[in-house]
């Protein structure tokens, strides 16, 4: 087996002030230009590393976030795919969780109940874990995903081997980097989680609680 390091980030800031509608008729929204820039400097951090392949969610924030970091990675083939989507990750029994918790969970339908969950193993299958057969001197396989908070913090929970509830309270930054590595035998290593070396201060925190910098 080859090791896959996997990249993850957040989509960049979106634009709350322009909300259309996504094809499957969710809100959907682009990027600020704010977020514009936070999406080249991600680019511009990951210029120079070999990736296999950039996948990004069906939205218009993760495409177009997906779309201005893939001009610092020429050559990469960029992929759409609904399985870097914004999905309830599980359907966490709200018992016995902090009321806030219990509170955010009360807002999804009986449909996202079921319907996350499924896209969101669907997605642990094809990205969490080695890839396929080595050969000698076979390099890491690197693929970045540009996706949304809660794939991200299932995918860290998952890496962590924690309970199944601990995917809420895991807050990220627009355009930050979370990084795990596979390797061909062992558990997952978590490199880094919300680096954001590659932003200036005046463009971190977005996306997080208003508190988050106090």
């Known amino acids: 087996m080859v090791t896959r390091v996997l990249y993850l980030t957040r989509h960049a800031e979106q634009d709350l002030t322009e909300l259309g509608e996504s094809d499957a008729g969710e809100p959907d929204t682009g ?9 080249v400097l991600l680019g511009e ?14 939205l218009r924030r993760a495409a177009q976030t997906a779309e ?10 960029v992929y759409a795919t609904e399985l870097a989507g914004d999905h309830l990750p599980h359907d966490t029994d709200p018992a016995d969780l902090p009321p806030a918790y219990a509170k955010f ?3 999804f339908t009986a ?17 969490a874990g080695p890839v396929g057969a080595a050969a000698a001197g076979d390099e890491p396989v690197r693929e970045l995903v540009v996706t949304h908070t809660f794939l991200i913090a299932w995918l860290v929970r998952h890496a962590l081997d924690a309970p199944e509830w601990r995917w ?11 990084v795990i590595r596979y390797p061909s ?4 290593n978590l490199v880094a989680v919300n680096d954001v070396a590659h932003l200036p201060p005046e463009l971190r925190g977005t996306g997080l609680p208003p508190d988050y910098l106090v």
Request: aromatic share 2%; glycine share 10%; hydrophobic share 40%.
């Open 31 to 39: 990027l600020t230009e704010r977020g514009r820039r936070q999406a």
């Open 45 to 58: 951090r990951l210029r120079g590393r070999r990736f296999a392949a950039v996948h990004h969610g069906p």
């Open 68 to 77: 201005l970091v893939a001009t610092s990675l020429p050559e990469v083939p």
């Open 105 to 107: 969970l009360a807002q």
């Open 111 to 127: 449909a996202e109940r079921v319907d996350g969950p499924r896209v969101t193993a669907a997605a642990v299958r094809r990205f």
């Open 168 to 178: 809420l309270g895991l807050n990220l930054h627009n355009a930050g980097l979370t």
């Open 185 to 188: 035998a062992g558990p997952p």
